[in-house]
């Protein structure tokens, strides 16, 4: 007899334990084994680790598979399981690992494979090719594409978090403390009256006493410095919106600014400041001509602003803004030499399109919806035997279902963003369409971005420098890994699993324009090293810096106001504090807002840190001896020493607070 030691780890998750029978067989290249049943009451439990004995008559060759199920107890109901992995150690010293980091909920067979990568033309035992298929066909009617709205990114089909299949849903850890965060802060503002009131700020230091137990540094450093000019434009560079500001290599032809407005002493030229790389422009024309909110019977104003920078000492310091397109004499230029509550005003407005910008634009389009279209392609097209699934599952995790819970609790008819944001109404959709037709592939490249944004040389640009280093580290470790595998431009031309994930994301997920530059299919490793290069970041590294330093910002709602109640003015000489107290947003508006920025800015206590892998994916040496480069690389970023010199540490980018994946 040929005895095969077979080991078995039960997760150690909340309900992962079953008490059913279990059965395995093992399926070799010169055989299988019998359908044993592993004996053992508890040998199921919650983080157990059992070790049973599969005997055969002869040996079966190279381990291809196992078939696993599991069989209820006739007094006892059908239960979940949920399965880390199996081990088997063959009578020939061989070990054979098969990842499989999933639910088991039906008395079905199931079959894993074992642990080496395999890409589909190396895969040539027909066992193999078959259950890939089978594996595949049951994903894609697992994970089905829907139409949220037309024109934006398709998303996964789901009638709820509980129709997800088991594997991309949260952990127990997570939904419970999402919902206690929610609840809890919904119930304060409920016992203060807050929530529900539709009445204006009448004093902006009451805005402060809203959560007076919830602030952070930043928030804090945010409510004291908010209406500084110099902070004003440390936000485009350091803030949660680093994606809009860019070089101004001309003046643009709807903004008249003049020299003697920007610079009444005749100290410099706009023209000379713009040859010497001095100038920059932020340009809202995404929400032009757009039809605000009404939020609390009230008809709400968004503004689609131009503002034009100086850099001067080593700051980028704001010197014009137009509030509208259009120039008009109902459409003044605002400057710094105005009153205070003019130009005070101004950028408030400026703050305001920033929150929708920012929000439905970098946020939810470009690191949400992008990730979701990643991973459900990836799901649909890429068995898990394949190196390109075990690279990339792990950055996939939540990602299903927070994008679920956003587009029901957040942006849906009675979504709190729909409620209370000006953008919430009629515009949101526009603007996404908006953002996704002007969107480009390289716009998501970090590196890309920043030359063609005209931002090398910007001093204090926190986000650039920390951002080209993590990109530099994850670039490298992807290119060890795919080289790994893909040893020519030939290989990646003939892998048609590989090609069929780059086009339905290219189809489903930027709806097959070409002018947006996504590869329609890959011809070269090194195409292949830069999308995915760039799928990894979006979903972690880009999410983390839009989204960590929500409430940081945006917590002194006066910084970030989700809408406006009042018209911008017409003339200079109109505004006061009274007037900017009327502009802001209501009571509701405000504290609502509040609290679910407070919400998004909450990491899990299970969360993933980026390059850390629980899940055993990869079994070969090579890639596991670049998982630990990787991690050995992450953990040599030193960023705390420049932190310590900077009024506002900037810490959104650090490996050690990136999530791994979209999942919050």
Known sequence: MKDYEVTVSTGNRVRASTFNNVFIKLVGTEGESEHKWLKGAKAFRIGAVSTFTVSCPVSIGKLILIELDKQRLLLFSEDDWFLDK??????EGETYNFPIYRWITDNKVHYFREG???????????????????????RQEDYQWDVYAEGIPHCMKAEGPLSLPGEVRFSFTKASELLLTATTGLAELQLEG??????NWTDIDDIARVFCCRHTDISDYVEEHWKEDAF????????????????????????????GMVFPQGQCSLADEIKKGNIYLCDYKRLDGLEANTINEKKQYLMAPLVLFHKTLNKLMPIAIQLKQTP??????????DSEYDWLTAKIFVRSADFSEHQLNVHLLRTHLLAEVFAVSLLRNIPAVHPLYKLLIPHTRYTLQINFLARLLLISENGVFTKYVASGGEALITILKRSLSSLTYSSLCIQDDIAERGLEGVPNFQYRDDGLKLWEIIHKFVEGMLSHYYKDDAEVQKDSELQKWILDIFEQGFLSQADTGIP?????????VKFVTMAIFTCSAQHASVNSGQFDYGGWMPNAPPSLQLPPPTAKGTTSEATMLQ?????????????TLWLLSQQSSD???????????????????????FQGALANVALEVRNRSLNVPYTYLFPAKVENSVAI
């Open 607 to 629: 969360s993933v840190l980026l390059g850390n892998y629980p899940e055993d994916h990869f079994s070969e040496e090579i890639p596991l001896e670049l998982i630990k480069g």
């Open 232 to 259: 004003f434009g440390y936000q485009y560079l350091n803030g949660v919106n680093p994606m809009l500001i860019r070089l101004c290599t001309a003046l643009p032809s709807n903004f008249p600014v003049t020299d």
């Open 328 to 337: 008009a004499d109902d459409n003044p230029i605002f400057l710094p030499t």
């Open 520 to 528: 329609q299919r890959f011809s070269t490793v090194a195409e292949l």
């Open 583 to 595: 502009t802001l947003p209501d009571v509701n508006a405000t504290v609502n807002i509040m609290s």
């Open 194 to 199: 807050l929530a529900d009131s539709k009445e």
């Open 116 to 138: 080496t990568a395999l890409k589909v033309y190396d895969d040539i035992h027909p066992l193999g090719q078959y259950s890939r298929q089978q594996e595949l066909k049951q």
């Open 86 to 91: 199996v081990e088997v150690k063959s009578p």
